[in-house]
């Protein structure tokens, strides 16, 4: 156990390094997703048949786009988007190397979650806002997505959650995070103590982001 607490004060400063490079590739990855997802869930759902906007085309290829990224698991996403991300960044390493492959494969995700949020909605609910005349965007903004609120904070803090795990993949590519250091340093250099405190911080942080994601969704309800 002297050897554990040991091994902490140790790589305590790496660690804390780490644990802030996670949140780093979170919130930007997050943000960046939500702005793309959220608009595409909203198009999804607008654009089905017999919706406000029905459009065949627009529909059809977005759902074909969205399954093809979602089918794709991150490891393989983050390896073929290597070139294209030292392209369009200039590197493949670090939290700016790693936002890109994160973003690709999160906001196809978080645009699901919210199109099944929004296809929740009561119908009679828009019928009745439709009667009265309102138009069809200011529906979409003050009536979905308002309504929809509990389910899309569940949504994504589900989405959150599966970034975390993506971002522990990326350590494989020298991302930066916990998941580089569970690797480099609990994996390659055979020190177990490392593992399991990155273990133990995931965890952690995983049941903080469900718990909070829970209390605004109920609040969400009250409203």
Not at 13 to 28: H, K, N, P
Not at 124 to 139: F, P, Q, W
Request: proline share 4%; glycine share 8%.
């Amino acid at each position: 156990m002297a050897n554990f607490f040991d091994q902490i004060d140790r790589w305590g400063g790496l660690i804390w390094q780490a644990t802030i490079e996670t949140f780093q590739m979170v919130s930007i990855s997050l943000i960046i997703s939500i702005i793309i997802g959220l608009p595409l869930g909203i198009l999804l759902v607008i654009t089905r048949p017999n919706k406000s906007y029905n459009n065949k085309f627009i529909y059809q290829s977005l759902n074909i786009v969205i399954n093809i990224i979602r089918s794709i698991p991150f490891i393989i996403l983050l390896f073929t988007l290597l070139p294209f991300t030292r392209f369009i960044v200039g590197t493949s390493m670090g939290v700016r190397g790693v936002i890109l492959p994160l973003v690709v494969f999160t906001a196809p995700y978080i645009a699901r979650l919210m199109e099944s949020a929004l296809l929740e909605v009561d119908r009679g609910v828009l019928e009745a806002y439709e009667a009265m005349g309102i138009k069809t965007r200011d529906i979409i903004w003050h009536v979905m997505v308002r309504e929809a609120r509990p389910s899309i904070i569940l949504g994504i803090t589900i989405a959150v959650i599966g970034l975390i795990g993506a971002t522990a993949m990326a350590g494989l590519v020298g991302a930066g995070g916990l998941g580089d250091v569970a690797y480099r340093f609990g994996h390659l250099r055979y020190e177990p103590e490392v593992m399991y405190v990155t273990i133990i911080i995931l965890i952690i942080i995983i049941q903080a982001i469900q718990s909070i994601g829970n209390v605004l969704a109920s609040r969400a309800k009250k409203d």
